[in-house]
């Protein structure tokens, strides 16, 4: 099996260097802002200015459940509160969210939480570019609901959640600045004492999590030199293996020996999965991606072993044909909203399944795939292992460790294979798509409370609103 493979970033040289980069981020543009209704179109870094025009470092924004409503830190984030209690798509009665301005360079910080009846909100950072202010506010809604789902479909006792840094204007290529964003990210977890875990996430790598972890105990992927599992690519390319191979069983098609899969992505969760699937005996594979150093290595790294079975191909950053490709089995592991009306009625295979975060354009679009025939292995449901990895982190770390073996096996009731099987199983005599099934399945049991910390970051995020933790900056 290949070994991970981390993408460590450099350390940053003396922080005193920062001033020298970053731009007057608190000085205001010309023309005018305001709360009127107009906070959810405003950019990011408007809303950053906006909040240091009334003094304001952070603010959160809360679902109490007594009076069933949505509160807010301050009324200039009236439209916050507004926009929850009016959203029918993204907002789901979350426990909170809470942001933050980084002390030491301005970037807006956030973590949301969903459901923590199961435990901690657990869920990567993502540093991210967003236009606007409901980008970045639906982004985080939505990926900490996936992680909440996602860790009930595993049997973890972890809630979800998910931390978003929208990326600054100025450059943070340079090291130094890097590593100060990522400390202010460490001191805004500590400041909410553990009612959300923080891992990695899509723009960030193990370095980053490093020095989140120099500020906070509240955070995990960090590097195996500093205790942690590192990046968890290698599971969760084992997991989407798994997944192609319950879905075919229970399909009666087989085995994954002589089928052909075609892959969006080559990067290092393709790459393990290429690894299992000529482990198994392999038709073909067709992997395109459109980063030809992701592709040279996915060639040298396989050159002796696929015997032709494996082809490579470099596209466009918005290739919609690697979709459209003949195959038993499509895999999207590259960006999300790859399913959608327009790609959709091209697949020509018998099963999706892959590793990318949130496949479907919206939900329609999989009652679509159900009528063409196509069986969709639910992404929340089979690309579970890297929370997995990290969930399991503070329990530390053992060889060929069954806490995250059993994920692989057919036995454990929450498996990969189990629960893709239960999925499908449970899709079929109720006349649903896999991911209204998925979904019914993990929503019950997000519902179950943690055997030992009930409510346990529930109770924190009320503390931390009777505390004022919005003042305490």
Known sequence: MLKKMQNIACLGRSSSMLSRFLPTIGRSKSRTITTGGAVMDMKPYDFVRLMKKNNLKRCFVVYDRDSRSVKTSNDVFIDLKVFCESDHIDYKEHEGFFLEIGKRTG????????????????????????????????????????????????????????????????????????????????????????CYVAAEDAGVVVSDMDNVHMRTRYTTCISEELGGSGNPSVATGQGIVCAMEAALDYLKMGTIAEKSIVLQGAGNVARIIIDGLLERNVGHIYAADCNEEQLQLTESL????????????????????????????????????????????????????????????????????????????????????????CSNEAYGRLPNDAAINHHFDKEYENSIWQMTQRVLRTAEEKGMTPVEAATEIAEQMSQQLHPIWPNRSQQIIDALVSSGWQNAI
């Open 107 to 194: 970037a807006l910080m956030g973590a949301f939480v969903w459901r923590t009846n199961r435990g901690q909100a657990c869920g990567g950072i993502r540093l991210w570019k967003y236009t606007r202010m409901e980008d970045y506010i639906r982004d985080g809604l939505r990926l900490a609901y996936g992680m909440g789902v996602k860790s009930a479909l595993a049997g973890l006792w972890a809630g979800g959640g998910k931390g978003v840094i929208a990326a600054p204007e100025y450059d943070i290529s340079h090291p130094g600045i890097r590593k100060q964003m990522f400390l202010d990210y460490g001191d805004f977890l500590s400041s909410l004492n553990g």
């Open 302 to 389: 396989f050159s002796g072993k696929h015997n032709g079975r494996l082809e490579l191909a470099h596209v466009d950053l918005n290739d919609v044909e690697t979709l459209s490709k003949e195959c038993d089995i499509l895999s999207p592991n590259a960006l999300g909203n790859v399913l959608n009306e327009v790609t959709i009625p091209n697949i020509r295979a018998k099963i999706v399944c892959g590793a990318a975060n949130n496949q479907l354009g919206k939900p329609d679009d999989n009652k679509l795939m159900a009528d063409m025939g196509i069986t969709y292995v639910v992404d929340f449901l089979c690309n579970r292992m890297g929370i997995v990895n």
